[in-house]
């Protein structure tokens, strides 16, 4: 009995749902970055900032939060547990110190060492981000858009979830946001980070994983659904602090549930069995390869040349006798000596490659900027939605924030299920979502274009959804194209895209537009020059919106083109699943 109970603990221990369930709690405080439009306005008065100075420090935590190399290197270099701890230690340092400038207990510092510590503080997001996710897909490896899904979902929603914390404390002090937000995420990875590795989780797979995925995803649907009528009902109704305690307590009930899916499957059925488990291959077998047919890489690499287009759109039957007839001629004919088989030029889609093989691939650069056109202009939104509902005339910026983070949330969650869907249905290039998700937020900018009633409310619902979907659609689709090995350092490359976005469209194009209007209406009224600038009315944010939904629609082509880059690529990895 003993022995048993023994085994069991052991199971839990290495069970990848403890993994996982560990990930999704520390990304749910790795989305500080989603913060900055609630922390901006204490920043901007305390320090007085104008729009463009704020813009400055708004892109230094784009950066912070997308360079991502020393992340990945040290992720390949050191224990996962330890890469977490450098990224903890940032975070508590960078915006620390921001909070003892914002409240006078340290010296004010110039502009440009403000934005060193924001990068600093926001960085430690990249070694959260790339812990979680490098151990979700290599211990999920058939369930890689699910994973990316929820695990950056939870990202997505960490701002809702430190600003209810921060209502429950009820602080008088609104820079007491900032130390939250340097203190939360350092202590939740540091309790954790001893939990997230890989668990060699593709020899775990289960008949009843499909049950726990579903069981993970109600989770996060009530998760969502929660937190949103908390949120519309601290709006529009009084409530008293202690009714604000027990919906913070039942929040913290609704994230520990997940745990009951490793409990359960390692306590309570016979999962040591050997045939409850089926180990599954990381990279799926060529086509054309008899179980146990050794066929050489250098003869696989010469078919991959050889063949005709047209073959990867036969029927999966006929494709596999046309590639295995290939496959024998080009044997016979090497081991006669009629040809001489070429050295490997690198590797195919759908194989593992490095970073410096994967930038010579236009596809690669396909999904870097498409992301950069796409995710950067939902990101103009995110950081200046403090600005954009002020100058709307909305004073619940707290309540916008949190809702934006809520629709960012589900994007990832339905970014993540749905692509799945498309390539495990229907064997269909995974972009396709995204150009869908990038039309979805070229509608969500005219909304905010106009200024229509109730259109902050529309439009963060549009380009949260939007923007969510590419971070959970962007991860997979790198995984599945340029393969696991060194995901890490992929990931944190095409990261970079954020940043480089938000530099041009917020740091340039938006921050340029308000101020200038700002100055065009203080101008026509008494102004002190003390106070900072502040302009009212649509016009403010009326030109950069058009702008962002053109960047979309871009975005959107070339999300197309890269789906008709990849259909065999798709094909080739899913489509033996449908025949």
């Known amino acids: 009995m003993a022995s048993t109970t023994r085994e069991k603990?052991?199971?839990?221990?290495?069970?990848?749902?403890?993994?996982?369930?560990?990930?999704?709690?520390?990304?749910?405080?790795?989305?500080?970055?989603?913060?900055?439009?609630?922390?901006?306005?204490?920043?901007?008065?305390?320090?007085?900032?104008?729009?463009?100075?704020?813009?400055?420090?708004?892109?230094?935590?784009?950066?912070?939060?997308s360079v991502g190399f020393i992340a990945g290197t040290l992720s390949e270099i050191l224990p996962l547990w330890a890469a977490l701890l450098v990224g903890a230690v940032q975070n508590l340092i960078g915006y620390g110190w921001v909070w003892l400038i914002t409240t006078g207990r340290a010296p004010i510092l110039p502009l440009w060492a403000m934005c060193v510590l924001i990068f600093v503080g926001n960085n430690g997001e990249t070694y959260f981000n790339t812990g979680a996710l490098v151990s979700g897909v290599q211990n999920f490896p058939k369930s890689r858009g699910p994973v990316v899904g929820i695990l950056k979902g939870f990202a997505g929603l960490g701002g809702a979830i430190i600003s209810q914390i921060y209502t429950m404390i009820h602080s008088s002090n609104p820079a007491s946001l900032i130390l939250m937000v340097a203190v939360t995420p350092a202590v939740v990875v540091v309790c954790l980070m001893f939990f997230i590795r890989p668990v060699g989780g593709h020899k775990q797979i289960r008949p009843s994983d499909g049950a726990s995925f579903t069981f993970i995803y109600g989770i996060c649907l009530l998760l969502a659904a929660y937190l949103m009528a908390v949120m519309l009902i601290q709006d529009l109704v009084v409530v008293s602090h202690n009714v604000i305690t027990v919906f913070t307590i039942v929040l913290f009930v609704i994230l520990v549930v997940p745990i009951l899916v490793p409990i359960m499957t390692s306590f309570f059925t016979e999962t040591n069995e050997p045939d409850d488990t089926i180990e599954e291959p990381l990279v799926p077998k060529r086509e054309g390869q008899e179980p146990g047919m050794q066929t050489p890489d250098l003869i696989l690499s010469e078919v991959e040349d050889e063949k005709p287009k047209d073959v990867d759109l036969l029927p999966a039957s006929e494709r596999h006798k046309r590639i295995a007839h290939l496959q024998a001629q080009l044997m016979q004919a090497a081991a006669e000596g009629a040809v001489r088989v070429k050295r490997r030029r690198g590797p195919h889609r759908g194989e593992d490659f490095t970073l410096t093989q994967a930038l010579v691939k236009a596809d690669f650069w396909l999904i870097f900027f498409s992301l950069l056109l796409g995710s950067g202009s939902g990101l103009t939104v995110i950081d200046n939605l403090g600005?954009?509902?002020?100058?709307?005339?909305?004073?619940?910026?707290?309540?916008?924030?949190?809702?934006?983070?809520?629709?960012?949330?589900?994007?990832?969650?339905?970014?993540?299920?749905?692509?799945?869907?498309?390539?495990?249905?229907?064997?269909?290039?995974?972009?396709?979502?995204?150009?869908?998700?990038?039309?979805?937020?070229?509608?969500?900018?005219?909304?905010?274009?106009?200024?229509?009633?109730?259109?902050?409310?529309?439009?963060?619902?549009?380009?949260?959804?939007?923007?969510?979907?590419?971070?959970?659609?962007?991860?997979?689709?790198?995984?599945?194209?340029?393969?696991?090995?060194?995901?890490?350092?992929?990931?944190?490359?095409?990261?970079?895209?954020?940043?480089?976005?938000?530099?041009?469209?917020?740091?340039?194009?938006?921050?340029?537009?308000?101020?200038?209007?700002?100055?065009?209406?203080?101008?026509?009224?008494?102004?002190?020059?003390?106070?900072?600038?502040?302009?009212?009315?649509?016009?403010?944010?009326?030109?950069?919106?058009?702008?962002?939904?053109?960047?979309?629609?871009?975005?959107?082509?070339?999300?197309?083109?890269?789906?008709?880059?990849?259909?065999?690529?798709?094909?080739?990895?899913?489509?033996?699943?449908?025949?």
């Open 387 to 579: 600005q954009m509902s002020q100058s709307l005339g909305y004073d619940n910026t707290h309540v916008l924030v949190s809702m934006i983070s809520i629709w960012n949330f589900l994007g990832r969650i339905g970014g993540g299920y749905f692509s799945e869907l498309v390539v495990r249905d229907y064997a269909y290039p995974r972009p396709v979502a995204m150009a869908v998700a990038q039309l979805i937020m070229s509608v969500g900018h005219i909304f905010f274009a106009y200024g229509w009633p109730g259109a902050m409310y529309i439009g963060t619902l549009l380009i949260g959804l939007g923007y969510g979907a590419h971070w959970a659609i962007v991860p997979a689709t790198a995984s599945e194209l340029f393969g696991l090995k060194k995901f890490g350092a992929l990931y944190n490359f095409l990261t970079l895209a954020n940043p480089a976005g938000s530099l041009v469209f917020s740091g340039m194009i938006a921050s340029s537009i308000y101020d200038r209007e700002a100055e065009r209406q203080a101008h026509g009224s008494v102004f002190d020059p003390d106070d900072a600038l502040r302009c009212n009315g649509s016009i403010c944010f009326f030109l950069t919106s058009l702008i962002m939904s053109g960047f979309c629609i871009i975005a959107c082509i070339l999300s197309m083109i890269l789906v008709r880059r990849t259909k065999s690529v798709y094909t080739h990895l899913y489509g033996k699943t449908r025949t």
């Open 9 to 65: 603990f052991v199971s839990f221990i290495n069970n990848r749902w403890l993994v996982f369930v560990a990930a999704m709690w520390i990304q749910s405080c790795a989305g500080i970055g989603y913060l900055f439009g609630s922390i901006s306005p204490v920043i901007k008065s305390s320090l007085n900032y104008n729009q463009k100075e704020l813009a400055r420090l708004g892109v230094a935590k784009d950066l912070g939060d």
